[in-house]
C-alpha cells in the first residue's frame, strides 16, 4: 500500500502563489505516474468528482494540464527526492479547493492519466484557499 501525504496549502491572496508537494512512501516511486486533483468546497455534497488538474509520466518528460490551469500551474517531480510538485501562480479565488495527489503504477515512460479512475492510489488531501 503506497501512502501519499501531501503539504504545502494554505491560504493566499488572488495573483499569488502556492508550491504542493506530494511525498509518497514507496522507495520505487519512479515507477509511478502521478497526477494532481481537486474538489472545490460543496462539489463533495453535490455528488461531483475530483477535478483534474494535472499529470506527469513516470520519468516527468509528460506532462498535461486541464485547460482552466494552463499557463498558470506547473507538475514537476524530483524522483531522486521521491517527491512531485504543484507550482500554482497566478492564483484566483476559483482554484480554492482541497487539491490531491495521486499516483499510478506505470513503468512505460511519457504515459500519464487524466481520469481519476485510472489511478491506485490517493493522498488525504489539502486545502489551498485563495482570497479575492
Known amino acids: 500500500q503506497v501512502q501519499l501525504v501531501e503539504s504545502g496549502g494554505g491560504l493566499v491572496q488572488a495573483g499569488g502563489s502556492l508550491r504542493l508537494s506530494c511525498a509518497p512512501s514507496?522507495?520505487?516511486?519512479?515507477?509511478?505516474?502521478m497526477g494532481w486533483f481537486r474538489q472545490a468546497p460543496g462539489k463533495e455534497r453535490e455528488g461531483k468528482e475530483r477535478e483534474f488538474v494535472a499529470a506527469i509520466s513516470n520519468g516527468g518528460s509528460s506532462t498535461f494540464y486541464a485547460d482552466s490551469v494552463k499557463g498558470r500551474f506547473t507538475i514537476s517531480r524530483d524522483n531522486a527526492k521521491n517527491t512531485v510538485y504543484l507550482q500554482m501562480n497566478s492564483l484566483k479565488p476559483e482554484d480554492t479547493a482541497v487539491y490531491f495527489c495521486?499516483?499510478?503504477?506505470?513503468?512505460?515512460?511519457?504515459?500519464?492519466?487524466?481520469?481519476?479512475?485510472?489511478?491506485?492510489?490517493w493522498g488525504q488531501g489539502t486545502q489551498v484557499t485563495v482570497s479575492s
Open positions: 514507496e522507495r520505487t516511486f519512479s515507477n509511478y505516474a
Open positions: 495521486a499516483a499510478k503504477l506505470e513503468s512505460r515512460v511519457r504515459y500519464y492519466y487524466i481520469d481519476r479512475s485510472e489511478y491506485d492510489y
